[in-house]
């Protein structure tokens, strides 16, 4: 019985990570709900004990139903019937036992029939559940949304949609279109307010929207006539049971080709608006993306865990020249990277899950009660520090997960290009996760600003304070040289007070704050379990290192106007 | 319109993953080695009694098991999954029970609980493959039975209808209620664990058990009356301790050989996916592989 939650035990050493009691604590307001719900923890032990569990539960489903479809699903995909979406006959199935299971709405509150648990092991789940399939990971993934009406959306609204969502209703969030990509403060889509009717009306065209034919859609519209920029867009809930959206298309992709991608067209679909006029983009998209961000870090994650697997069980079985092949430096060094990469992210992913849980769990509690003076520190502090490590996390995780599925096809030399090797699939199917909800050249605009007001290294200051076992100290004297090296970077970059050159080296800069920051991460996951992170620390920390100082090298070996050189001759017209 | 039904369960040692150890040198199961699980078809069984329910909500599933302390797992397992109740048939005079044994204290446990419309059991056990107990248990109770079900099609209070699935074909009969019945694996898949369910059952045990262990949360069994799972003795479910066990088993194990696999007859098979399909699939079935 495969269970990818229990062959893994990287799960249980982050879930007992000494932030999650103060976690559970407040997420569960000190256990109040054990006399209310009969499925509520009684204490911080009972809480752990159900993570751990329902768990369980998902690695089962992955293990057993999501893996094994997988190969099926790719190959199959959904399908398009009079404008509306019909899944892979597996990815229903799929969708199936998680209702059935009911680990829908994972985070919401109890009184919405959520299970009320921590982004850790809401999660870990998405980690697994990619690893399965990263095309049912997006599906699965976008109840996410939930939280979003759960933060922003009226009572009646909450009432409604909610518990429907923990029910199995799927969403998606509608904001791309043809001419608003990246750029989200083009949005055309139109929604107009009858006021006879008192009622909302979208019309126009959205593009690339995966899950497009959900039955719970968040939509991003212009809802201020003659507006031209982020200030004129509101949000807007569309329920499918009102009618007036079709797909028009199902886009062919080069991968997660389980989850459709959907081109949709609203003509006079009823909807409702969700908090105020004119914040759709300035504030909702902006909580919107911030989780879809986690989760694709959580995507990363799965496909690099799913690559390292496929990449090791090949690699030893595989025989040439009279052995097995990761018996070959060339073979067990590239797959020790995989794995140190894979480890890496992954203790980054849930560093960024803690702090999201703190400061969000804070910013709820605030509606019902105002905090003590330290609980504001307290949300400030892990606020910041979300902000600072989900586009970091983001972009480095991506890359890595693209980098792992790479190294894993080249493990498999000519087998591994053809179909009938997994590598191929998560190949494919990570190449989307450095571009979706941002790309990773875009995670480094956001990320920058907390490179030069100090937030990454504030934080790597903390991380250096912490004590480690003695045979550990050669690894951290490691990270405190790479760390010299970068606060020098960040001085030459940003001491020219030039735009260009600071956006120019700004990847540079942001890399290597994340290499310093994962090495610290399994350094502190060694000092604890060092059988389990000892390979993965060693080998991440010398990765990183080359890293940090071939950046440097890169900066301090041209000069300022050498980027000259690579400036586009555009030609005249 | 709701039902009363009944799920019998049993746990084995899973067989379906052997290792080295599955067997001692005396050739007994290596009851240690292999992990103890809910036996398969009994799954399948209780997915559809899960059926019944969700098309008559307010129908009551309790799962009935005999085995030793440790089985009641099973009840846990079945209570995870949406049942309503669970019963352990437990006692040392209940040990070394063949099947007419078993189904002797199981019809006397089904007396106990009273009234039922259905009873429901996987078509056979993975340790002992005799898929005797449903039927003998039906003969005890005086009821009808079906075997090899595939799918429960429809069910009213007087009658039920179920497709069979035999060796060469399918068949569809009808039989009144109360009645049971005994599922194949070719039955849908059970349904996995329900987070919610869990996290409500999880500290179901029964007094055994909670003598044995110690309890973080004591209170909680009288405040919470569902967390006490029912737990029959031989006295309990008045039965005659002559008719239990091993004194109530004529079947009597002489001599066990361990038999080597030696291929003596062998198929040609064309390289179609289908015929390849099938042998796969056979393969699985007499647990050859898989």
């Known amino acids: ?573 | 319109m709701t039902f009363n039904i009944i799920v019998l369960a049993k746990q084995v040692p899973d067989t379906r993953n052997v290792g080295k150890d599955a067997m001692k040198a005396d050739g007994t199961v290596n009851r240690a080695a292999l992990p103890a699980i809910f036996n398969p078809e009994d799954l399948n069984a209780l997915e559809q009694a899960l059926g019944i329910k969700d098309q008559y909500p307010g129908s009551k599933i309790t799962v009935l098991t005999m085995g030793p302390v440790r089985a009641a797992e099973i009840l846990r397992e079945g209570l995870f999954r949406g049942a309503d109740d669970g019963v352990l048939l437990t006692d040392r005079a209940f040990a070394g029970a063949d099947t007419l044994a078993t189904s002797y204290a199981l019809s006397m446990a089904i007396r106990k609980i009273g009234s039922f419309d259905i009873i429901l059991a996987g078509r056979q056990a993975i340790d002992g493959d005799t898929a005797q107990v449903g039927p003998q248990v039906a003969e005890k109770l005086g009821i009808p039975q079906i075997t090899y079900t595939e799918e429960i099609q429809k069910i009213d209070l007087q009658k039920v209808r179920v497709k069979r699935r035999l060796e060469n074909g399918v068949e569809i009969v009808e039989c009144p209620l109360p009645a049971l019945i005994t599922v194949n694996n070719s039955a849908r898949a059970c349904r996995p664990r329900n987070a919610k369910l869990l996290q409500k059952y999880k500290h179901a045990r029964t007094i055994t058990e909670r003598q044995a262990e110690s309890i973080d949360y004591i209170d909680l069994y009288s405040s919470r009356p569902y967390l006490n799972l029912n737990e029959w003795s031989v006295v309990d479910v008045d039965a005659d301790p002559k008719l239990c066990g091993l004194s109530g088993s004529p079947t009597k194990v002489k001599k066990i050989e361990n038999v080597v696999f030696q291929a003596k007859e062998s198929k040609r098979l064309t390289e179609s996916d289908e015929e390849i399909d099938e042998l796969m699939k056979e393969l699985i079935r007499n647990h050859t592989i898989g």
């Not at chain 1, 949000?235 to 080069?254: A, H, L, S």
């Not at chain 1, 969000?360 to 520190?377: A, G, Q, V, Y």
């Open chain 1, 1 to 573: 019985m495969a269970n990818f939650f229990t062959d893994t035990p990287q799960f249980k050493h982050y879930l007992h990570h000494p932030l999650m009691k103060r976690i559970v604590e407040l997420r569960e307001r000190n256990y109040i709900d054990k006399d209310r719900y009969d499925y509520a923890p009684l204490d911080f032990e009972d809480a752990l004990d159900s993570y751990e569990k329902v768990l369980e539960v998902v690695g089962e489903i992955c293990g057993e139903i999501i893996e094994p479809n997988a190969e099926e699903v790719d190959k199959t995909g959904p399908t398009l019937h009079n404008g509306h979406v019909q899944y892979a006959p597996q990815t229903q199935e799929n969708l199936d036992a998680l209702i059935k299971a009911e680990l829908m709405g994972m985070t919401l509150p109890r009184r919405y029939s959520g299970l009320n648990f921590s982004m850790v092991p809401y999660m870990m789940s998405a980690d697994i559940v990619s690893r399965a399939d990263a095309s049912f990971q997006n599906i699965w993934m976008l109840q996410d949304c939930g939280e979003t009406i759960y933060e922003f959306a009226s009572e009646e609204q909450k009432n409604k949609y909610l518990p429907r969502i923990v029910k199995g209703e799927t969403m998606s969030m509608d904001l791309t279109e043809p001419d608003a990509g990246s750029d989200l403060q083009s949005v055309m889509l139109k929604a107009t307010y009858n006021e006879a009717e008192n009622q909302w009306y979208l019309n126009g065209v959205k593009r690339f929207i995966t899950n497009g034919d959900s039955h719970i859609h968040l939509v991003l519209a212009r809802s201020e006539e003659g507006t031209k920029d982020a200030r004129g867009l509101s949000m807007f809930i569309y329920d499918k049971n009102n009618g007036g959206v079709t797909v028009r298309r199902i886009e062919n992709k080069m991968g997660i080709k389980g989850a459709p991608t959907c081109e949709l067209v609203f003509k006079n679909a009823k909807a409702e608006l969700v908090g105020s006029r004119r914040l759709g983009l300035i504030k909702y998209v902006m909580s919107l993306m911030n989780g879809a961000r986690l989760g694709i870090m959580a995507q990363s994650v799965g496909i690099s865990e799913a690559a390292y697997r496929e990449a090791y069980n090949y690699a030893i079985e595989r025989r040439q020249f009279g052995k097995v092949i990761i018996e070959f430096p060339a073979v067990y060094e590239m797959i020790a990277n995989i794995r140190a990469k894979t480890d890496a992210s992954r203790s980054f992913l849930y560093e960024t899950c803690r702090f999201v849980d703190m400061y969000k769990t804070l910013e709820d509690i605030s509606r019902e009660r105002k905090l003590t003076p330290e609980e504001r520190d307290e949300l400030k502090y892990y606020s910041r520090l979300a902000d600072a490590f989900t586009p970091l996390g983001k972009a480095m995780s991506s890359e890595f997960a693209n980098q792992n599925t790479y190294d894993a096809v080249q493990v498999h030399g000519g087998s591994g290009y053809m179909k009938d090797y997994k590598c191929e699939r998560l190949y494919r199917d990570a190449r989307i996760t450095n571009i979706y909800e941002g790309t990773t050249q875009l995670q480094v605009v956001a990320a920058i600003r907390h490179v030069t007001t100090g937030t990454y290294l504030q934080r790597i200051k903390e991380y250096e304070a912490m004590p480690v076992i003695p045979e550990l100290e050669p690894l951290k004297r490691s990270l405190s040289r790479m760390t010299q090296m970068y606060e020098k970077l960040v001085e030459l970059v940003t001491s020219p007070k030039d735009e260009e050159y600071l956006d120019f080296h700004a990847r540079r800069l942001v890399e290597s704050a994340g290499h310093i920051i994962m090495g610290y991460l399994l350094l502190q996951d060694t000092n604890k379990n060092p059988q389990l992170f000892r390979h993965s620390a060693e080998v991440y920390i010398h990765y990183g290192q080359v890293e940090v100082i071939k950046n440097y090298n890169f900066v301090t070996k041209s000069r300022i106007e050498d980027i000259g050189y690579y400036k586009p001759v555009i030609p005249a017209e």
